[in-house]
């Protein structure tokens, strides 16, 4: 059974960073795209950053030039960098893996910038 554990949340002051984690934890192969998404209170749930088997990455726009989404196969860890946080950014973030049948999530982790 595959299962995602997201950590490295927090609270933050506008402007500041934080650094995200997920570690997949189960038989899941290096080559399943995955992804980082956030859901703010009253909102639908979107997609922030992407990364492909390969290595190519996609972003919402409005987090280009500050977040950048990265992995590590071999410890099955998909990292997101969050630089220059704004207020709006505050969200639950999930990870998510995608698989045969489905996607699978993690539990999610709160972030929060005060402005």
């Known amino acids: 059974q595959v299962q995602l554990v997201e950590a490295g949340g927090g609270f933050v002051q506008a402007g500041g960073s934080l650094r995200l984690f997920c570690v997949v934890s189960?038989?899941?192969?290096?080559?399943?795209?995955m992804g980082w998404h956030r859901q703010a209170p009253g909102k639908q749930r979107e997609l922030v950053a992407h990364i492909t088997s390969g290595g190519s990455t996609n972003y919402v726009d409005s987090v280009k030039g500050r977040f950048t989404i990265s992995k590590n196969n071999a410890k099955n860890t998909i990292y997101l960098q969050m630089n220059s946080l704004k207020p709006e950014d505050t969200a639950v973030y999930y990870c998510?893996?995608?698989?045969?049948?489905?996607?699978?999530w993690g539990q999610g982790t709160q972030v929060t910038v005060s402005s």
């Open positions: 998510s893996v995608e698989v045969i049948g489905g996607t699978i």
């Open positions: 189960g038989r899941i192969l290096s080559r399943n795209p």
